[in-house]
């Protein structure tokens, strides 16, 4: 099932993978964009110039399907009207990207009727590709070798938790996060995606991220990686993360875990919440 997208969208990851690599070795110029949050972001050609090759082959290959990427502009119409929605974030972490430190991916996602069904990361830096297909499995490969099966962690203990989090300084309320929780093992790596890996890899347990700037291209393909890997992906309050709206950004935050320590990871958020004086922007009905 899926196999000829799947097929597709690994081929597109390594090859979009392997132009933004090009840049990558040159000194090349950063811009600015006005993203879709109204902040300002960095940019380069080599994000448009993988956007174009992954959304131009997705186009040729499977035309009855809608597309949203970060660098083209959001058919609204026609992606709310389609069954399924590829989701494409050419280079996720292109801050990383910029400053050469090799926290970027290539992510192409694949929802149906609202729930991420597919996902494709490469991490060209590390020539590491994770993917999945919901129902089968996840899976990674290292220097495209023989895959691996991947499987999240089974810790409970909410203080035992590694925590991926962001390179960037800590926000004040990260750093209240951190001492909610007491978490005593931080990773600090740079893209959604590459955070969420290391959830699906065993090296962290846990990944809480309470801006509301993240979009649906940051977290459709690395959910499918996840949850078929045994852990949960939602937002802060718990809710299922829907990919059929209107609007692209995630207001309510993520979390992703192992799974086995999710319900009590946002349990024990609800007083920081309460604290921050955050409520769920988008109703119960978008709740799995």
Known sequence: MLEAELKT?????YAAGQLISDYYATE???EEKLGADN???PVTAADRAA?????????????????????EADDL?????SRRVWIIDPIDGTAGFVKKDGDFAVQIGLAERGEAILGVVYMPAHKKLDFAVRGQGAFESIDEGAAKRLHVSNKTDLNSLNLAMSRNHPSKRMNRVIEHFRFKNICRRGSVGLKVALIACRECDIYIHPSPRTKLWDTCAPQVILEEAGGRLTDLFGHAIRYDRSDLQNWDGIVASNGASHDAAINHLKSLLAEFGREPHFTSSLAA
């Open 39 to 41: 902040f300002y972001e």
């Open 28 to 30: 090349f110029v950063a």
């Open 9 to 13: 969208a690994i081929a597109l990851a």
């Open 77 to 81: 119409e026609v992606r709310l009207a």
């Open 51 to 71: 956007s174009r090759l992954i959304v131009e082959a997705l186009t040729a290959e499977f035309p009855g399907d809608a597309i949203l990427s970060e660098e």
